[in-house]
């Protein structure tokens, strides 16, 4: 039998795992998903995830694909795979796709949520999917510095080391596109608050380095004027602190069917 190209839609609660990328001594997504595809296959899998999220990073809408000979329909897979993965992932769809389709090289764009929850306190069971920013933000000043982010920049400012190869010359380097950028209310809680990003990609940290930036600017530290700079400059040396791993989910993953 010709070997199969099988898509999953994955979610996961990234707390207790090192990232997605399979590592020889620590819990990774890609590596729990492997071990029980092998289980169910009885053969070695691997797994191409649309990205790396990293270590506490979430997902809501993961894509990932393997080839397989195996003749366990789609949705054996779906059952089976939930039935040996631990609660903290779950498979949300599963379906056979073209022998050519590849997760991460095909993708188009990703879509980024980082929460925040302004109140008082922080209630223990927020703790682990949001950053705890209490006392008022300056939302206008946000909203400003959120519309420079818009269109194509080399974004090497918000960008982490270690996002690319060193020394690479060919490819777009540091340039991205963002094509929507904002700061919204959650329905609900007035002391919940979401950034979100949709690019056609992102560096490593990019949106949390973003995320650490304008909260900068929304607590009266820098202006909309002084965060184009910043943009401008290339110079991470010059944006704000990485905000924290916990409150990031990977809310969708964009392909060529799919609209922005």
């Given at each position: 039998m010709n070997p199969r190209n099988i898509r999953l839609l994955i979610a996961y609660d990234g707390t207790g795992y090192s990232g997605w990328q399979r590592q020889n001594d620590t819990a990774t997504i890609q590596g729990s998903l492997e071990d029980r595809l092998a289980t169910m296959t009885g053969a070695a899998v691997t797994l191409h995830g649309a990205g790396r999220t990293d270590a506490g990073?979430?997902?809501?809408?993961?894509?990932?694909n393997f080839n397989t000979s195996s003749t366990i329909a789609a949705q054996g897979f779906l059952r089976g795979l939930n039935s040996l993965l631990p609660p903290d992932i779950?498979?949300?769809?599963?379906?056979?796709?073209k022998t050519t389709f590849h997760s991460r090289f095909d993708a188009t764009g990703k879509t980024y949520r980082y929460d925040i929850l302004t109140g008082r306190l922080l209630m223990p069971t927020d703790r682990l999917?949001?950053?705890?920013?209490?006392?008022p933000l300056d939302i206008d000043?946000?909203?400003?510095?959120?519309?420079?982010?818009?269109?194509?920049?080399?974004?090497?400012?918000?960008?982490?080391?270690?996002?690319?190869e060193p020394g690479r010359t060919s490819g777009r380097g540091a340039v991205r596109t963002i094509y929507r950028a904002e700061f919204f209310r959650c329905p609900g809680r007035d002391d919940a608050w979401s950034f979100r990003f949709t690019g056609d990609g992102f560096l490593r940290h990019m949106v949390r380095n973003f995320v650490g930036t304008l909260l900068e600017a929304g607590?009266?530290?820098?202006?909309?004027?002084?965060?184009?700079?910043?943009?401008?400059?290339?110079?991470r040396c010059r944006a704000g602190p990485t905000a924290p791993a916990r409150a990031l989910f990977l809310e969708q993953v964009f392909y060529k069917e799919d609209a922005f």
């Open positions: 990073v979430h997902a809501l809408g993961m894509v990932a779950r498979i949300l769809a599963v379906n056979d796709v999917y949001a950053l705890h920013v209490p006392g000043r946000i909203n400003a510095c959120l519309r420079h982010l818009a269109g194509s920049h080399d974004f090497s400012s918000f960008e982490a080391s270690g996002s690319r607590a009266g530290k820098m202006t909309p004027e002084e965060f184009l700079a910043i943009l401008r400059s290339r110079d």
